[in-house]
Structures are given as C-alpha cells and as structure tokens.
C-alpha cells in the first residue's frame, strides 16, 4: 500500500492549489477575516460594490472546509463534495465564475442506509430521510410494511400536530410518520449530513420552510413533496467536475481579478476599534480549525474600515468591538475524521451500495458514521480513477460523542486505515483486503459542522444584532448562515452588499503598520 506522505492537521486540511499573491496591505479598504467559501464569496462581493477587499486566512491555502487533497494521483475534496441545488444560488454562483460546464448531478444509484438489521435504500424521492411517499418500495423495503402503515397515519392528523413554532426535526417526524421512519432514515441522514442528532436540530434550520409547508399540505409526506417540487428539475444535490475545491479556485482568482487579495498564513490574533474603523493583529495563533496552534508567519497590525469575520472564532475575535457578545458561545461543532481509501476492487464496480451509505447508531463492528463511495457517485472521477480503481470515503464522528471523532478512531494512519477498510467491507457488503488499498489519506475537521439547535440558533441571532450595532462590521459563515453552501452564499453575498453600501465612501483607506 503507497500512503500520503502528509499526514498532519496542517498539511491535509491545507493543501489546496489556489494561487494566492502577496498583497499589498497598503491599499486594500476592507479586510475578511478568514478564506473559506463565506469569507472568498463576501470578498468578491465587496470587490463587485468597487471596494479593494484583504482576506487573511490562517492556513496554508484557502477554502476552509472545501478543500483539496491528493491521494494516489488523484485531485480529491478533502472536505464538502457536493451542495444543495435549492434555491439556485449556488449554480447562479458558478455561471457568474464560469464555471456552468463544471455543475454536474450525481449518478443515479442512489444512497443506502445501514441498520443493526441489515442495510436497506434511502429514499430517492424524500428530505433529510422523510420520504414523500411512504409505501414506494425502496421506503417500504428499510422501514417494513408497519412503519409504512404507522407513516400512513400522518395523512389523517390534524396539520398542527408536531408543528409547533421551534420545533425540533425528530419532534416533527416522530409525532407525524412514527419512530421507524425517523430512526431507520432520518437518525442516519441528519447525522451524516450534520453530524448531529434530529432531536438537537430546528426543524426550520435544517430544513427551511418544512413546517410551514407541512401547515399549508395537511401532512409530512405532502409537505416533502411541496418543498421537493421547489428545487429545480433533477437532483437535489450537484458538485463540479474536478471537484468542489474548483469553486475555491475560482473565487480566488475572481477576487484577485477585481482588485482585492488572498493572503494565507496570516492567523489574526486580535481586533479592536481603530477611530471609525478596526485594527486586525496579525501573528496569534491559527484559528482553532487550522494548524495545531502554531504561530502564523508576520506579523503586525492592518487598519480598515470594514471588517468582516468569517470564521467560527468570532465571537471571540469581537469580544472588545461588539460589547453585545460577551457572554455568548456558538456551537462548538463536531469534531469530524475523513478517511479516504483508494482501492483496487472490480467488485466495487456494481455499486454495491450506490452512492453511499448512512449508517445509524448501534451497528454492531462499525464505527463509521457514513461511507461515499465516490467513483459511483461521480462519472468524472470514476473515469480518472480508470476502470477497476475506486474511492470510498468514510466519515467518523457525531455531536454528543464523548470525545468527538478521537472516540476509538486511531490517530495511525496504519491503524486508521485497517479500522476503515473493516467498514467499508461491513457497509458496502464486499470483502475488502489490505493488499487491495492502493493508498489512503486522514483529514480531520474542527468546528465545521455547528448543530443547528434553537439554542444555537438564539445565539446566532443575539450576535447578528450585537454585530449590527457597530458600523462597517459583519460576521458570516456556516456557523451564523447555516450548514451547507445554498445557506452560506446567498448570505455572504447578502451580508457583504449590505456592509458595502452602509459604509460611507469617504472613509479613508487602511493603512499598514511597518511591521506588517
């Protein structure tokens, strides 16, 4: 078996190919605190608006939690693989970058769940697992012919039952299709798309205008319908040939294009107000989902009047400029491992499985919490991969765990690695030997998946409006937006236009102490 030379936090979550020049920190009028897709996606919104936006990013290389990674010659996404086509944003995003072409669908293998029982399909045509039909076959087949029945009922319930307001999706789905139907397909959904539990999510949050639509339908089922006839024609999810990390390349070059500039390892330590504006220190430690605390290179204090933060750290980072945060803790997150194997097994080549498999708690000998097997689910990369040649990748950690993704996953990449092949073997439903791993690759993220709780959620508005007290400051990012890019783009770009226009446009521009 060949291994990625590159092991460490720092080297597997920042390798990224994004060119990124030196700016001139002289001639830039607002600053980003952080390179991820909401911080690139605000830059470019304030280089549209005329302005000259500085993103300072703490790793090695942009894109936050899309991101890059070589494994076997092959040019991987060391994070997020896919977004949400509701709603369009993101494809209207990636026809403004040029990047049209590139948007392509998923195979049509569809994904499966594995029980204690045994492994049976997700629906194809559902939300977050709730299936808009509960006695179309593939429901029927993972949920029984009683679970249907019980789902049956919620065509008879009065529609305000489980709808109250902030209600959470486990409420919501229990008290309308019945237990089987929220642990046989939801528990494994929600976990492995926000690593958290359907009773510690808001309905609303995780799935906006679920309740409403099921006030307006009658029913559940009729509700996931209604929202799923909202998304455009096709699947509910897209990527890009090449893989999400192209998006990150392309925000980049687009905001360097406009005048602004990306400069990675340039970790802020500290803001505080500068007369009308804000003045970001350089040269603290990198943000708590980055390099093990190592000291970013330079140094040195940048003036702006226009700051946006666009990182999880905020909260922290605006403690001494917004005095309505004090106090306040965002969700801290999951603590997640990504595992990716590289095999050589023809027998992968039916899709065993489809596209992927969730996994729900309590399976006996496996402890991943999902499984994409990537070559099925992507024509572009099966086809690099070449025939034979497949890539699954496997997902360790769940909110509430007890030590996050660290609980019983190896640190080795030799252990982390067998431990791996094992369940992808036990959810795939294929032996799998050592000699078949070609190579494999461990990634871990921190704080990129806050659980979309009311309590987060009340949080998050006491720092929208604390944050909206102090002029020429904003705040965006998955952990204020929600999960997923058709959440964070729209309010980047939202977020970014409105602080544009409410900063005057005779404030000076920034200046650059010596040192930096």
């Known amino acids: 078996m060949r291994k990625d030379a590159a092991t460490s ?32 996606v605000a830059a470019r919104e304030l280089a549209l608006a005329g302005l000259r936006p500085l993103v300072l990013e703490a790793w090695s290389s942009p894109g936050g939690v899309v991101g890059r990674h070589e494994v076997d010659g092959l040019a991987l996404d060391a994070g997020a693989e896919s977004f949400a086509t509701r709603g369009g944003v993101v494809a209207a995003l990636a026809d403004e970058l040029g990047l049209a072409d590139r948007v392509v669908t998923p195979e049509r293998h569809g994904a499966w769940v594995r029980l204690p029982g045994g492994a049976g399909p997700l629906p194809r045509t559902g939300l977050l697992g709730i299936p ?50 929220l642990d046989r397909l939801v528990r494994p959904v929600v976990a492995g798309v926000h690593a958290a539990e359907p009773d510690d999510v808001a309905a609303d949050a ?38 999400l990390h192209v998006l990150v390349d392309a925000l980049v070059a687009d905001v360097v294009a406009r005048g602004g500039a990306v400069r990675t390892s340039a970790a802020v330590r500290a803001v505080a107000r500068s007369g009308d504006g804000f003045a970001v220190t350089l040269g603290g430690p990198a943000d708590a989902e980055g390099p093990d605390g190592a000291d970013a290179p330079g140094g040195g204090t940048l003036t702006t009047p226009r700051l946006v933060v666009a990182t999880p750290r905020a909260v922290d980072l605006l ?24 095999l050589d097994a023809s027998a992968l080549d039916a899709a065993p499985r489809g596209t992927g498999v969730l996994v729900a708690r309590g399976v006996p000998g496996v402890r991943a919490k999902a499984l994409t097997h990537a070559t099925a689910k992507w024509r572009w990369l099966a086809e690099a991969a070449g025939p034979g040649r497949h890539v699954v990748r496997l997902s360790y950690g769940r909110a509430g765990d007890a030590a996050g993704a660290r609980a019983g996953v190896p640190r080795d990449l030799d252990a982390l690695t067998d431990l791996a092949l094992r369940d992808a073997a036990a959810v795939l439903g294929v032996p799998l030997r050592r000699e ?62 409105a602080l544009a226009a409410a900063v005057p446009p005779d404030r000076p521009a920034p200046t650059a102490h010596p040192e930096a």
């Not at 936090?9 to 390798?15: D, F, I, L, P, Y």
């Not at 600053?31 to 909401?38: E, F, R, S």
């Open 319 to 342: 403690a001494g400029v917004a005095p309505g945060l004090a106090g306040l803790a965002t969700d801290p997150g999951a603590d997640i491992v990504l595992v990716t194997l590289v």
């Open 206 to 243: 995780v799935a906006p205008g679920l309740v409403a639509a099921v006030r307006r339908e009658g029913s559940l089922a009729r509700g996931v319908a209604a929202q799923r006839a909202l998304a455009p024609a096709g699947s509910a999810v897209a990527g890009f040939r090449g893989g």
């Open 132 to 181: 808009a039909d509960p006695w179309a076959p593939d429901v029927r087949r993972t949920i029984g012919v009683l679970g249907s029945l019980r789902a049956s009922l919620d065509r008879l319930l009065p529609a305000r039952v489980g709808t109250a307001d902030g209600t959470t999706l486990g409420a919501l789905v229990r008290a309308r299709a019945g237990r089987r139907v």
């Open 9 to 40: 936090q720092h080297e597997e979550r920042t390798g990224h190919g994004a060119g990124t020049p030196a700016p001139d920190a002289g001639h830039h009028d607002a600053i980003v605190v952080g390179g991820g897709v909401a911080g690139l």
């Open 436 to 497: 078949q791993v070609r190579a494999a690759a461990r990634v871990r993220w921190r704080q990129g998946l806050p659980v979309p709780s009311a309590a987060h959620r009340e949080t998050v508005r006491r720092v929208r409006a604390a944050v909206a007290d102090v002029p020429g400051l904003a705040v965006v990012g998955a952990w204020v937006s929600g999960n997923g890019l058709a959440s964070v783009v729209p309010d980047a770009r939202a977020t970014a236009a």
